[in-house]
């Protein structure tokens, strides 16, 4: 079992751009536990190839807080850059170890996964992110057609098949763009007019506004099996046969994993203050579990306040 002073749950941007901060402060007995084999696994499975990664995202602008930035560039190139951040400030990671449970021992915390104690630390950084658990819709799902049902890219496109893809995010629009013209591309999203979507993918969607037909306003009742494909049934009335639907409905708090250890919830939400720190002392929840509106500053940002907070409140632990 390793000792140390800092452990880190989690190595996508909230938990890597925490070990940098710590690293500049010069605490160097930190670890991060991944369950990947990589680094940011979210974004290696989740993005696109060439994806574009932007700064300013859900509407939101973005402004830096701490040391790790980025300005809009490829998926690829923001995973050069996250490489960069590891090879730079001399990160440890371990992959492979997925963590699911804390307990208390004296002044430390004991890191878990399974029964095996992986480590002992003074201080937990929990940066699992939201996306290993995607939103599902409140309808079932029919066993008979879940092989044409995706809450995540499959590794082969589609190509000339009739797909709905349901949400109104980002994400759903950024699919709808790279399908449209490839297949037949429908989008149903339950409000009448797109909301908090960046401008540069509204500007693609009305480039390719010929290619897409837009559902605005509807909402899905129900999903049936139709032969080989799948019948949605609107709460309209309205029915239409689709080979694919791709469902980009966001990603949920790994709530189950997080009480378990022993973080508080209020209203579906963890309890933490404005620095991220939970009801368990020393404890620090960044980037998507923290927040309502995760995004890729955002997890850079939560990073810096956590550490900072640390250095402030518990100075000499931190130190000693
Ligand atoms: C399709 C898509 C497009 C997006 N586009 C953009 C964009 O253009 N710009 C932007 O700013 N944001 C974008 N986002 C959001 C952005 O990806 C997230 O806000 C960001 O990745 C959050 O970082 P994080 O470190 O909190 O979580 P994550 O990136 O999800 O990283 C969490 C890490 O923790 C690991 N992990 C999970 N559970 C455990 C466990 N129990 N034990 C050990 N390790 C664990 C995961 O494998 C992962 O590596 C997009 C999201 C999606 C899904």
Known sequence: MKKLKVAIIGAGPAGISSAVEFKAEGISDIHIFEKGSKFCSTIRRLYPAGKRVDKDYKGVIASTEGICSFETETKEEFLNRMKKYINDYEIQIDYN??????????????????????????????????????????????????????FELPKELPEGEKILIVGGGNTAAEIACMLAG????????????????????????EKRKDDITFFLGTEIKALEEDKDSVKVIFHDGHTEVFSKIFYCLGGSTPKNLLQKMGVEFRDNSPVIDEFGESNLERVFLVGDIATKRGSIINAFNSAHRAVKRIFEKYHTLIKS
């Open 182 to 205: 490839k297949c037949d591309v429908y989008l149903s999203y339950r409000r009448p007019q797109f909301f908090r979507i960046n401008e540069e993918n509204l500007k693609e969607l």
């Open 97 to 150: 170890i997925e963590i699911n449970g804390l307990e208390k021992k004296g002044d430390d915390y004991v890191i878990k996964a399974g029964s095996f104690h992986v480590a002992q630390s003074r201080f937990v950084i929990i940066a699992t992110g939201v996306f290993d658990k995607p939103k599902r819709p409140s309808y079932p799902i029919p066993e008979k057609i879940k092989d044409r049902v995706f």
